[in-house]
């Protein structure tokens, strides 16, 4: 539960509009910025996000594999499985073509322990573990288009991950990786998404402070 008040048709056929026109203004500009100026706060964002770890490394992180020109996860999966701590990637299809009915995780065995999956993702090959083991992850690191200090988040619209979050650990923190301009004063939010409790950008860590009760 989101503790969001409900609304009617109208209202959610307009938010549903306001997220379609949202996504694409941030895939816009994602697209148009310039190569230097990612790498540079992908660098930065890996630098915040280390330092953070680095007192207290947990055991266990669900993540995911960045593509395009989403904020890089690549380094930070290495970095975390170079130190030993599992780290547990979504997986989408069965190994044979089919896609999974609902969402699923395997853990990351290196780069030769990967396949394509759908829209050319990469997902791990070893064994399928169901959403509900997802408590076992200490922290989860989560794509996202944009996001505000609320922890409204703004994703691609599949719905996949606030699927897969119902059966995060309440201890677990939930962290989206967002540019600068990704962090808005106002998200349109449905009643069936969930919150995030902290933003990763180029600069800090922001906690986030929900106005409804979870």
Known sequence: MTGRPVTDAADQAALAAAKRRLRSAVLLRRASRPTAERSADDEARFAVLAAT????LPDTVAAYLSADDEPDTLRLVAWLAARRVRVLLPLL??????RLAEPAWAAYDGPDA???GPRGLLEPTTTP???RQLPEAELVVCPGLAANVHGDRLGRGGGWYDRALLHAGQSAPVVVLLNRDEVLDAIPAQPWDRRVDRLATPDAIVDCDPPYAA
């Not at 770890?53 to 207290?56: E, I, Q, S, V």
């Not at 299809?93 to 089919?98: I, L, V």
Request: proline share 6%; aromatic share 0%.
């Open 114 to 116: 990967l396949r394509v």
């Open 53 to 56: 770890l680095a007192d207290r």
């Open 93 to 98: 299809t069965d190994g044979s073509g089919g």
């Open 129 to 131: 573990l169901p959403a």
